[in-house]
T-cell receptor
Framework: AQSVTQPDIHITVSEGASLELRCNYS??????LFWYVQSPGQGLQLLLK??????LVQGIKGFEAEFKRSQSSFNLRKPSVHWSDAAEYFC????????????FGKGTTLSVSS | DAGVIQSPRHEVTEMGQEVTLRCKPI?????LFWYRQTMMRGLELLIY????????DSGMPEDRFSAKMPNASFSTLKIQPSEPRDSAVYFC???????????FGDGTRLSIL
């Protein structure tokens, strides 16, 4: 069955420290992968996406993610976290097929301490 | 560019009342998705449409929920009768075909008293 697992429900990071949010997926074919961020009271905003090619993708707000096929992972990273990065982060996977829905993980809440 | 537009942003109503949530997808997007988000259950896909046709409604909780997409620029999610356990944030998202991401609206925060 297709699924996305975000093992960490809640993470706290000091401002200025590096961040890595984990995402593992189970998918039969080559997946398309996405990371979204949700700030309180807002909808989900796309951070970055991976379709093919370079396995290290850059996104908005200084985020990047690396696709590792052998580990079925697509972890999100940021070298230096800012207080404004506190939010909930969702990993999603989908097929290259029109008219299909993405499968979302349950999310990781990021808190940033000063 | 206008994003996905949802209305109302907030809705408070009493148990038993009919609730209608509205969504205008991004122009040119041919897939539309309705989600429900709660603390307990996270983000749940309720139903989605492709080219105005419902493709998968297996996430709709029960017969009290219904969704329509009469044209490419408008969709509704209706709850009748509403119950307190329907209180949640409801999101609409739209997408073009293939490998494109879903774009989300800001959601409707629904409270059933």
């Amino acid at each position: 069955a297709q699924s996305v697992t975000q093992p960490d429900i809640h993470i706290t990071v000091s401002e200025g420290a590096s961040l890595e949010l984990r995402c593992n997926y189970s998918y039969g074919a080559t997946p398309y992968l996405f990371w979204y961020v949700q700030s309180p009271g807002q909808g989900l905003q796309l951070l970055l996406k991976y379709f093919s090619g370079d396995t290290l993708v850059q996104g908005i707000k200084g985020f990047e993610a690396e696709f590792k096929r052998s580990q079925s992972s697509f972890n999100l990273r940021k070298p230096s976290v800012h207080w404004s990065d506190a939010a909930e982060y969702f990993c999603a996977v989908g097929p290259n097929q029109a008219g299909t829905a993405l499968i979302f993980g349950k999310g990781t809440t990021l808190s940033v301490s000063s | 560019d206008a994003g996905v537009i949802q209305s109302p942003r907030h809705e408070v109503t009493e148990m038993g009342q009919e609730v209608t949530l509205r969504c205008k997808p991004i122009s040119g997007h041919n897939s539309l998705f309705w989600y429900r988000q709660t603390m307990m259950r996270g983000l749940e896909l309720l139903i989605y449409f492709n080219n105005n046709v419902p493709i998968d409604d297996s996430g709709m909780p029960e017969d009290r929920f219904s969704a329509k997409m009469p044209n490419a620029s408008f969709s509704t999610l209706k709850i009748q009768p509403s119950e307190p356990r329907d209180s949640a944030v409801y999101f609409c998202a739209s997408r073009t075909g293939g490998n494109q991401p879903q774009h989300f609206g800001d959601g409707t925060r629904l409270s059933i008293l």
